[in-house]
């Protein structure tokens, strides 16, 4: 009897740490290696296609994973359309008439259900490899991606305004906001590099170019053009000359007081974080490891795991 008892505690035991493996389980770049092995080739295929036919393409798949995490964790809540229940993150003020991208992920989210015969692979872990893919394409770094997330069954506008970084915040407010999900100074100085693709929009820059003095005179002129005073508040500006391309231009700019959102610039203007981005304005090696490590810390901002949230059929609702 004594040794049925122990039997039973030991299989006791190993049902219940099942369990609490499969509802806490850890993120892997194993994940789909059985479940679905298609499907990093699948999403990978897709991406370059999508960047091949606009380059641009490649800054927006990568700002959507970033704005995605920095909302309630890393959980695919920015893709959800809004209905009667949900005020979706595509409202918000980051994200308004300036995120991208959506129609890709649908086509990739499509090809990796036909690759896999189902629905196995989440839309939060599709942004985290498509960022990755984008970033590959245009010449930047590449990292094994943790994979494992599942996707969340809201969203939220308010938690996007309040928790996605402003194009007007301070050095102190950036480092508190990184702080707040995880991240430290470092972090923020290598991500913010994510600004060496894409555009950003007049209403973002104005203030900068018109209030700021620690600007470039002659970059603040040409601006000017693109963004009067009043009006053309989507008129777009280039965040780095080689927008298109993966580089550390983005740290030389601000360097030589051109960077183009106020936010940009407090990377360097007599703080805490000038030295890292003097170091990465010559250094595309010390980028480039620092950047891939520091995404794979972005991509662990608070997923959702094992039994939580669920694996969306449609990226843009709940299921």
Same mark, same amino acid.
């Given at each position: 009897?004594?040794?049925?008892?122990?039997?039973? #505690? &030991?299989?006791?035991?190993?049902?219940?740490?099942?369990?609490?493996?499969?509802?806490?389980?850890?993120?892997?770049?194993?994940?789909?290696? /059985?479940?679905? %092995? @298609?499907?990093?080739?699948?999403? @990978?295929?897709?991406?370059?296609?999508?960047?091949?036919?606009?380059?641009?393409?490649?800054?927006?798949?990568?700002?959507?994973?970033?704005?995605?995490?920095?909302?309630?964790?890393?959980?695919? +809540?920015?893709?959800? *359309?809004?209905?009667?229940?949900?005020?979706?993150?595509?409202?918000?003020?980051?994200?308004?008439?300036?995120?991208?991208?959506?129609?890709?992920?649908?086509? =990739?989210?499509?090809? #990796? *259900?036909?690759?896999?015969?189902?629905?196995?692979?989440?839309?939060? !872990? $599709?942004?985290?490899?498509?960022?990755?893919? +984008? #970033?590959?394409?245009?010449?930047?770094?590449?990292?094994?991606?943790?994979?494992?997330?599942?996707?969340?069954?809201?969203?939220?506008?308010?938690?996007?305004?309040?928790?996605?970084?402003?194009?007007?915040?301070? &050095?102190?407010?950036?480092?508190?906001?990184?702080?707040?999900?995880?991240?430290?100074? @470092? *972090?923020?100085?290598?991500?913010?590099?994510?600004?060496?693709?894409? /555009?950003?929009?007049?209403?973002?820059?104005?203030?900068?170019?018109?209030?700021?003095?620690?600007?470039?005179?002659?970059?603040?002129?040409?601006?000017?053009? =693109?963004? %009067?005073?009043?009006?053309?508040?989507?008129?777009?500006? %280039?965040? !780095?000359?080689?927008?298109?391309?993966?580089?550390?231009?983005?740290?030389?700019?601000?360097?030589?007081?051109?960077?183009?959102?106020?936010?940009?610039?407090?990377?360097?203007?007599?703080? +805490?974080?000038?030295?890292?981005?003097?170091?990465?304005?010559?250094?595309?090696?010390?980028?480039?490891? *620092?950047?891939?490590?520091?995404?794979?810390?972005?991509?662990?901002?608070? %997923?959702?795991?094992?039994?939580?949230?669920? $694996?969306?059929?449609?990226?843009?609702?709940?299921?």
């Amino acid at each position: 009897m004594a040794l049925r008892g122990y039997f039973f #505690v &030991l299989l006791h035991v190993f049902v219940f740490s099942a369990l609490a493996t499969s509802a806490f389980s850890e993120l892997s770049s194993h994940y789909y290696d /059985y479940s679905c %092995p @298609k499907a990093l080739s699948t999403i @990978k295929t897709v991406v370059e296609t999508a960047v091949q036919k606009e380059r641009r393409m490649g800054a927006s798949l990568t700002r959507l994973h970033f704005h995605d995490c920095f909302v309630n964790g890393c959980d695919g +809540s920015i893709l959800l *359309d809004s209905t009667s229940s949900i005020d979706s993150e595509k409202n918000s003020n980051a994200n308004f008439e300036s995120a991208r991208g959506f129609e890709v992920v649908d086509e =990739i989210k499509q090809a #990796v *259900d036909e690759a896999c015969g189902k629905p196995v692979v989440s839309c939060a !872990d $599709i942004l985290a490899v498509a960022a990755r893919d +984008s #970033v590959v394409a245009l010449g930047g770094p590449t990292w094994k991606v943790k994979l494992g997330r599942r996707d969340s069954t809201t969203a939220s506008r308010a938690a996007a305004d309040a928790n996605i970084p402003a194009p007007f915040f301070s &050095l102190s407010e950036l480092i508190t906001n990184f702080r707040n999900h995880g991240l430290d100074e @470092k *972090d923020l100085v290598v991500l913010a590099g994510g600004h060496t693709l894409g /555009y950003a929009r007049c209403a973002t820059f104005r203030d900068r170019i018109y209030e700021d003095s620690n600007i470039d005179s002659d970059f603040a002129k040409d601006l000017k053009y =693109i963004c %009067p005073t009043t009006g053309g508040d989507s008129n777009l500006s %280039p965040l !780095d000359p080689t927008a298109a391309q993966f580089d550390k231009n983005y740290y030389s700019n601000l360097v030589q007081k051109k960077g183009l959102l106020h936010s940009d610039q407090e990377l360097f203007n007599g703080g +805490s974080t000038d030295e890292l981005v003097k170091e990465y304005s010559y250094d595309t090696e010390d980028f480039y490891e *620092d950047f891939a490590n520091s995404m794979i810390k972005m991509g662990n901002i608070q %997923p959702l795991t094992g039994n939580q949230g669920e $694996i969306r059929v449609n990226c843009r609702k709940i299921n």
